[in-house]
């Protein structure tokens, strides 16, 4: 009985300290004129990637036409794509926006805006390979760019010893040279480190779909509130539209 009613009170202080955390959390959320901070890993065009000194691209526009609604400046922080959440939770950056897909697992960490585009993930080979979809991956060295979705699909793949680099294009190089046998990437980019390499190709299976959203720090309802009106606001009147069909042109 004792026993119980000590795990009882302890179970009411974890909820209740979890509550204050929540509650009194102090978000630095920027005021009219000030930055929204966006953390980006830009190495991931036509999303976001490096143009002469600038950083440019989708996830850039949006966020731009996002902190104008918002009254807000837009600076952008270029980082290591696993670095971007520990960014947003430290309050090093308001917003998270890498072509980032919405899961489970990262929901625990981050809150994330409605979402704001569909990718799919795709896998790449050599032109000669013997490799024609996801199935054939079995124990094969899969190729992926560290910490994003096509790492964690890839490391699911039965057998296979999956190599992780900082950028999705040095995986894509080692497939090139051949040390690899596959890359898993998403769709948009794939196209992008194709067209850089030589003698690779995209198979047609998609290997999963998925929808990008902008992450802001776990329990920050103010920011991601003003967000998500932003982003509705310029996904309803076509900005994102426009902006999406600028850089990638139907097929
Ligand atoms: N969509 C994938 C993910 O969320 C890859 C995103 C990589 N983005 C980047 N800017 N490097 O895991």
């Known amino acids: 009985m004792k026993k119980r009613m000590v795990s009882l009170m302890l179970c009411a202080c974890v909820a209740l300290a979890a509550a204050g955390c929540g509650g009194s959390k102090n978000f630095k959320n920027p005021s009219r004129g000030e930055a929204l901070i966006m953390a980006t890993n830009a190495a991931f065009e036509p999303y976001e990637y490096h143009e002469g000194d600038e950083i440019v691209g989708i996830d850039v526009e949006i966020a731009q036409a996002i902190a104008e609604k918002l009254g807000l400046t837009l600076q952008v922080e270029d980082m290591e794509f696993d670095s971007i959440i520990a960014a947003v939770n430290s309050g090093k950056a308001h917003i998270g926006a890498a072509g980032m897909t919405v899961t489970e ?30 199935d054939d991956l079995a124990g094969k060295k899969i190729g992926v760019q560290l910490g994003t979705t096509g790492d964690i699909y890839a490391s699911d793949v039965e057998g296979a010893e999956v190599e992780q680099y900082n950028k999705g294009m040095d995986a894509v190089q080692a497939l090139a040279n051949g040390s690899i046998d596959a890359v898993v990437i998403d769709n948009e980019p794939a196209k992008q480190f194709v067209s850089k390499a030589e003698g690779l190709k995209i198979l047609e299976e998609e290997f999963a779909v998925e929808e990008y959203a902008i992450a802001v720090a776990k329990g920050n309802a103010e920011l991601l509130d003003d967000v998500n009106k932003a982003l509705d606001a310029i996904i309803a009147d076509g900005t994102v539209k426009g902006i999406i069909d600028k850089y990638i042109t139907a097929e």
């Open 105 to 134: 697992d990262r929901l625990k960490n981050v809150d994330f805006s409605d979402p704001y585009t569909t990718a799919t993930q795709v896998i790449i080979v050599q032109e000669g390979s013997d490799i024609t979809g996801a």
